[in-house]
């Protein structure tokens, strides 16, 4: 429960999901995560009190509870991997296509990204196997990524040949890395089931990916427009990074914050040079 500026990170993605017409959502969490189960619940109390005190912004901000969307859960009991935390969704996907968005992961600002919607049609009318957004990383940073090999480098979405999960940089296909939304069909869950767990014990998401294009089936992969870029939670420079970018952008507070913290790095400048 993370937050970035006033929200949990969770709830952009939410949020995100939401605005891309996304009706279902299983939460795959781990134990001692009930909050997040309590977070997405109404609570008439909270309700009550802001509506008492004339609280309506923050009211809004809870809205999110009451959006129509129907929220399920689920545990995945060990720490096996993304590709083990996708095998817990297969009751709830059944026979039908879903989309799988990282916790970790924010995209665009204020969550505006469009970018499930996209994947969602391109699933749908080239009749794809597996849809991946993809985003440009320096080249010395594939190591934190999946990585993609794209079979061309032009228009709007590319065919995807081969992936490797976490490449050196002499290694990597490319610079194309994994941005933390997919779209599958359910043939992807026995695709995991053959997967071999790593050296951390751990069942990849993107070696099952692999299978598929090993399969011949169609994969793709659509990269991040530069206005939804990809926030990393992940780590904590980056979420810095993040926390700070969006106070800075933050509606109501974020042109004091601006002043603020324009006085704050002037002062440490101060302290730098005098140290
Ligand atoms: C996971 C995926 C990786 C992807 C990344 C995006 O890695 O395995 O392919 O590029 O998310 O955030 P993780 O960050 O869980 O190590």
Request: charged share 25%; glycine share 8%; proline share 5%.
């Amino acid at each position: 429960m993370l937050p970035v500026a006033r929200k949990p990170i969770v709830q952009y993605v939410v949020e995100e999901l939401a605005a891309n017409g996304i009706k279902q959502v299983l939460f795959v969490t781990g134990r001692n995560k009930s909050s997040i189960e309590n977070h997405f619940d109404l609570d008439p109390e909270l309700e009550r009190v802001l509506t008492g005190a004339n609280k309506h912004d923050l009211l809004e901000e809870i809205g999110i509870q009451d959006s129509g969307i129907h929220y399920l859960y689920t545990r995945q009991r060990m720490q096996r991997g993304l590709g083990d935390a996708i095998l817990c969704g297969e009751n709830f996907a059944g026979e039908e296509p879903f989309v799988v968005a990282l916790g970790d992961s924010i995209l665009g600002l204020n969550a505006e990204s469009r970018t499930v919607a996209r994947m969602m049609d391109l699933f749908e009318s080239r009749g794809a196997s597996c849809v991946i957004a993809v985003e440009e990383v320096p080249n010395e940073e594939t190591m934190h990524y999946g990585v993609i090999e794209p079979a061309d480098l032009n228009g709007e979405s590319m065919r995807v040949v081969n992936l490797v999960e976490k490449p050196k940089p002499s290694q990597a296909p490319s610079n194309l890395a994994i941005a933390g939304r997919y779209i599958f069909s359910p043939l992807i869950f026995d695709l995991i089931r053959g997967v071999q767990p790593d050296h951390r014990g751990e069942i990849q998401l993107t070696d099952a990916i692999q299978r598929l294009c090993e399969e011949g089936r169609r994969v793709l992969a659509v990269k991040l427009p530069a206005a939804e870029k990809r926030y990393d939670i992940g780590n904590f420079p980056s979420y810095f990074e993040t926390f700070v970018e969006f106070a800075l952008a933050d509606p109501l507070y974020g042109a004091a914050f601006r002043e603020r913290l324009g006085k704050m790095l002037a002062a440490s400048d101060v302290r730098t040079a005098g140290a």
